[in-house]
T-cell receptor, first 112, second 116 residues
Framework: DAKTTQPPSMDCAEGRAANLPCNHS???????VYWYRQIHSQGPQYIIH???NNETNEMASLIITEDRKSSTLILPHATLRDTAVYYC?????????????FGKGTLLTVNP | KAGVTQTPRYLIKTRGQQVTLSCSPI?????VSWYQQTPGQGLQFLFE???????NKGNFPGRFSGRQFSNSRSEMNVSTLELGDSALYLC???????????????FGPGTRLTVL
C-alpha cells in the first residue's frame, strides 16, 4: 500500500471549515484513500473513502486531485468534538491480505 | 445496528500472566482484525480472521494469538505478558462480502491493558 504524508498538527476555529491535507504521491490505480479519526483513547472512527471522484457524506467531504497524488478531507463546520487525530490511509481494493497501515496522522485541534 | 463490542474495556495484569480479550463484530460481518496501539509504535496490525481461520498476520511474536468462532466472534490471547504489552487493543470488523470487495473496516472501543 502507498505511503501517506500528513502534517502533524493543525488548528481550526469552531464553526469554520477544517481542511486536512494528505499526500499520497505513490498511489496506484486500484488504491483507495480512506480517512479515519481517533478521539483520545477511543477506537478509530471511519469517516469516508474514495477512489478518484470527490465524495461527500454526513460527516465530511473528500476531495481527491485529478492525478490522485493528494487529497483533502473537509469538515465543513468544525465543532469542539471534532478535535481528534485524523488518519489518511491508502489501501488496495479487494484481496485477502487486508490490513490498514496507520501513520502518525494529523492532530486537529478545534478552538472555541 | 450495534457496533463492534469489546470486553473487558480495562484490564490490569502482572508480568508473566496471560490474558484473553474478546470481540463481537458488527452483525453480519465475517472478518475480524486485531490491532495494537502504543504511544511509541502507534497503531499496528496484529492479525485478521475470517471463516475461523487466521488469514493475515502482522509482525508480532508468537505470544500473541487469536481465534474466531463460528458466529464470527473472536478472542485474542497474549501469553507470558511483558511490560511492553501495555497498550490499547483494538478489534475491527468488516463485511467481507467477497474477496474482491472493497470493504470498510469498523473499529470497536478497545481494551486498555496495563501490565505491571
Amino acid at each position: 500500500d502507498a505511503k501517506t504524508t500528513q502534517p502533524p498538527s493543525m488548528d481550526c476555529a469552531e464553526g469554520r471549515a477544517a481542511n486536512l491535507p494528505c499526500n499520497h504521491s505513490t498511489i496506484s490505480g486500484n488504491e483507495y484513500v480512506y480517512w479515519y479519526r481517533q478521539i483520545h483513547s477511543q477506537g478509530p472512527q471511519y469517516i469516508i473513502h474514495g477512489l478518484k471522484n470527490n465524495e461527500t457524506n454526513e460527516m465530511a467531504s473528500l476531495i481527491i486531485t485529478e492525478d490522485r497524488k493528494s487529497s483533502t478531507l473537509i469538515l465543513p463546520h468544525a465543532t469542539l468534538r471534532d478535535t481528534a487525530v485524523y488518519y489518511c490511509i491508502v489501501r488496495a481494493s479487494g484481496g485477502s491480505n487486508y490490513k490498514l497501515t496507520f501513520g502518525k496522522g494529523t492532530l486537529l485541534t478545534v478552538n472555541p | 445496528k450495534a457496533g463492534v463490542t469489546q470486553t473487558p474495556r480495562y484490564l490490569i495484569k502482572t508480568r508473566g500472566q496471560q490474558v484473553t480479550l474478546s470481540c463481537s463484530p458488527i452483525s453480519g460481518h465475517r472478518s475480524v482484525s486485531w490491532y495494537q496501539q502504543t504511544p511509541g509504535q502507534g497503531l499496528q496490525f496484529l492479525f485478521e480472521y475470517f471463516s475461523e481461520t487466521q488469514r493475515n498476520k502482522g509482525n508480532f511474536p508468537g505470544r500473541f494469538s487469536g481465534r474466531q468462532f463460528s458466529n464470527s466472534r473472536s478472542e485474542m490471547n497474549v501469553s507470558t505478558l511483558e511490560l511492553g504489552d501495555s497498550a490499547l487493543y483494538l478489534c475491527a470488523s468488516r463485511p467481507l462480502r467477497s474477496i474482491s470487495s472493497t470493504d470498510t473496516q469498523y473499529f470497536g472501543p478497545g481494551t486498555r491493558l496495563t501490565v505491571l
